[in-house]
């Protein structure tokens, strides 16, 4: 990393999704050529210490398969990562320094695993619940919908009852 950030160049990569297992598993039926195009650059910046500071700006784009939750179907859902870390040299700093810093804090280590803090992003790029703008079966479900709407608003509302009560009361 230390490298990249001397050297100034970004690496650009295209890696399969299928060697992301983490992030294939949440995507059922994921394209075998289904991949994340992502870029690193890293550069060095004066910080509080001696040695400049290490950061690292991480781009990636990417779309997976996702389950709708409205119709079940597969919704191709787009994930995007745009995000900046700075390295510190151990656990103890970066826990000491996280609640004070808007930047994210990687811990440098000699098997720094970039592709797992990339995965890491995507997964939490994912959407709580994926969804259709517009369900390809959409008209079906309207009258679901529909119906229940019904049966609530024949239900007389409990605070409507109460404020009646206390009127004829008084
Ligand atoms: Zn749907």
């Given at each position: ?150 049966e609530v608003s024949e239900k007389p509302n409990p605070f409507a009852l109460l404020a009646q009560l206390k009127k004829d009361k008084s």
């Amino acid at each position: 990393m230390l490298a990249l950030a001397q050297e100034g160049q970004p690496l650009i990569e295209i890696t399969p999704l299928s060697q992301l297992e983490r992030l294939a598993q949440e995507a059922p039926g994921l394209a075998p050529d289904a991949a994340v195009n992502w870029q690193a650059q890293a550069e060095l910046r004066t910080g509080s210490g001696t040695e400049p500071d290490v950061w690292l700006h991480l781009q990636a784009k990417t779309s997976v398969p996702l389950t709708c939750q409205r119709c079940m179907g597969v919704v191709a859902t787009p994930l995007e990562v745009d995000q900046w870390y700075r390295f510190v040299a151990t656990e103890d700093i970066a826990m000491a320094q996280d609640d004070d810093s808007e930047e994210d804090l990687l811990v440098m280590t000699p098997q720094f695993d970039l592709l797992a803090v990339l995965e890491d992003e995507l997964l939490m790029a994912l959407p709580l619940v994926p969804m259709h703008d517009e369900c390809p079966v959409a008209p079906v479900l309207q009258v679901g919908e529909e119906e229940i709407t019904d049966e609530v608003s024949e239900k007389p509302n409990p605070f409507a009852l109460l404020a009646q009560l206390k009127k004829d009361k008084s």
